[in-house]
């Protein structure tokens, strides 16, 4: 799923593109795409586009007239640009927004489609798509701290909840807790102060980094190939590859669809956190320790 970084970038690049051009004609071709009613789509014929912004993981078109284009790829959803009239890719396209120099063409890679589009008035409705996370590069240590939840979230689970944190998700998450290292299963109401700055730092530096990393390697382009796996990554989908820290098998735990992604020797002193589902397969042969697994 795209997430704060390369929406950010997508922001940038249609707010270069859009801002200023008036909208000519929406093709709506994903059956489940559009989830609103009322205004339609063409509702936005003709109007210009005022500016581009980000809520969250979500893309924000705003037309003249208090009319917005709220956009969220979800985990497959893409964008590109294209010349105009172009038709998106039969099967994965989704929607095409004409514009007078180019087209934006939406499209998603899943047998289950599960972007969206909102058509809405007003920025009270904008503001009600909103999960309410708090922006992660614009708050201080103390409203951070006051941030993280009780109970039993885990950090994993506070860094990828939109309604606590805006825009992190599963990649950039593991990113961050390898930077803070810290395990990912540690609860977030049990920080030290000292866990908590670093989790902080880490939080700002990631991010910030893979956005000048993304800014840098696609320069004027429309980016393309947006992907949550990459190379230069420290943790992420490289299970089993070496740590770049300390050259230690990257480990994970798989969960549903997901998986987390983490360094035993960086954040949890060795010891491997069990997955549910090899733990309960293997019961007592399942290795706890890296020393254990190298055995």
């Known amino acids: ?35 609103t009613v009322e205004p339609a789509p063409d509702a936005a014929y003709g109007r210009v586009v ?37 038709t ?18 939406l499209t998603e890679v899943a047998t289950k489609k599960r972007a969206g589009l909102w058509v809405v008035q007003g920025g009270e409705a904008v503001r009600g798509l909103d999960p309410g996370g708090i922006e992660p590069l614009e708050i201080s240590l103390k409203a951070f701290r006051q941030s ?16 606590i944190f805006s825009g992190i998700g599963n990649a950039y998450s593991d990113e961050i807790l390898h930077r803070a290292k810290l395990s990912p299963l540690t609860l977030a109401g049990r920080l030290s102060d000292d866990e908590v700055k670093r989790l902080w730092k880490a939080v700002r530096a990631v ?59 960086c954040q949890t002193g060795g010891r491997l956190l069990a997955d549910r589902s090899l733990s309960r397969l293997l019961k007592a042969d399942w290795p706890r320790t890296l020393e254990e697994l190298e055995g």
Not at 8 to 31: F, I, S
Not at 57 to 81: P, S, T
Not at 88 to 105: C, I, Q, S
Not at 229 to 235: D, H, N
């Open 207 to 265: 991010l910030v980094e893979w956005t000048d990393r993304l800014r840098a390697q696609f320069g004027e382009d429309f980016p393309e190939k947006v992907t949550a796996f990459r190379s230069e990554m420290a943790v992420h989908g490289r299970y089993r590859k070496p740590c770049p820290v300390c050259g230690a098998p990257i480990q994970r735990i798989v969960y549903a669809a997901n998986e987390t992604n983490y360094c035993a020797r």
């Open 148 to 163: 993280l939840p009780r109970g039993n979230h885990t950090l994993k689970r506070a860094l990828t909840d939109p309604h």
């Open 50 to 86: 005022r500016e581009v912004r980000r809520l969250g993981k979500r893309i924000v078109i705003a037309f003249e007239g208090d009319l917005f284009f709220v956009i969220h790829l979800m985990i497959a959803g893409r964008l590109h640009w294209k010349e105009s009239g172009a």
């Open 88 to 105: 998106p890719a039969r099967k994965v396209g989704l929607a095409a927004f004409d514009f007078p120099h180019g087209t934006l063409t």
């Open 1 to 35: 799923m795209p997430e704060l970084p390369d929406v950010t970038l997508y922001v940038e690049h249609l707010a270069r593109r859009l801002v200023g051009q008036p909208l000519q004609r929406v093709r709506v071709l994903g059956l489940n795409l559009l989830r």
